[in-house]
């Protein structure tokens, strides 16, 4: 049986699903590691955001075995993986979601079935993801609170040691097996089912914190968020995304108000609302103008 062959039951079991943009210094990397990350033949979706290289894309995933999806317009990432997703078969239990600019450890997609797999409360598992120089990145972060958010944004850039920064990233807590409140949506394996029922990432985030809402949601059906460090993917980073840093930023505070303005939806509230929104906007510019 060949790495995308899925006629098997057992090979049915997982897929992986990739969203690009403009991602062809990288994808190929990435569907070279799809291959090693199983043992069984596990089926793999490219979903294309309208990049101006669609059809190099396109070769490329279809030389790897791949099947490529063109959305023919860019309405995000987490609605790019619902697309993908919904055209899954119905036997496919597990959806490991990862960016293209991740390259997969040897192994790494087996170990997080089996991760998930032993017991039914887990909703996601997420592995050690690492930077190109074998850094940790911490991946497994708590839900971010009102308190969190506030500290986080106001002295991130200006005190990175601060309490709130370290608390939110779960700094030095990412040696061992450990439950999360969320995982990074850079590599992450989320039950069938579980996405289903939740609808998939919010479509309202267009960039950045649809996988903060899904870990915060798996845990308010009482499920867990697991990270599982002996399953390994390198963020090895793309050049799709330069020059656009200033958009990116927006998106990013944009992101992080939205989701802790839902979070924290009660109208005695608001007050720290207008100062959560008032300090993440003073972060953006001191990031624009260092």
Known sequence: MSARDTRGGASARAAIVTVSYNSGDVLPPFLTSTAQASAAGVEVVVVDNDSADVDALRAVTEAAGARFLALGENRGYG????????????????????????????????????????????????????????????????????????????????????????????D??????????????????????????????????????????????????????????????????GTATQGASERMRRAHHESAYRFLARKYPAWWLWPLRVVLKTALAVRAHATHTR
């Not at 170990?111 to 990145?137: C, F, H, K, N, W």
């Not at 950045?208 to 002996?230: A, S």
């Open 172 to 237: 030095g807590e990412h040696g061992g097996r450990r439950d999360a409140g969320w995982l990074s949506g850079a590599c992450v394996l989320v039950r069938r089912d579980v996405f289903d029922r939740l609808g998939g990432f919010d479509e309202g985030y267009f960039m950045y914190f649809e996988d903060v809402d899904l870990g915060w949601r798996i845990g308010r059906l009482g499920l867990r968020n697991v990270y599982e460090p002996d399953a390994t993917a390198t963020h090895i980073g």
């Open 79 to 170: 609605a790019a993986v619902n697309r993908a997703v919904a055209t899954l078969p119905p036997d496919v239990r597990w959806v490991l979601v990862s960016n293209p600019d991740v390259v997969l450890g040897p192994g790494a997609l087996d170990r997080l079935v089996t991760t998930a797999d032993a017991d039914p409360s887990i909703g996601a598992v997420g592995p050690r993801l690492l930077e190109p120089d074998g850094a940790v990145y911490p991946s497994a972060r708590l839900v971010p609170s009102l308190r969190t958010g506030l500290g986080h944004a106001a002295f991130a850039n200006v005190w990175p040691g601060n309490p709130w920064t370290r608390r939110y990233r779960q």
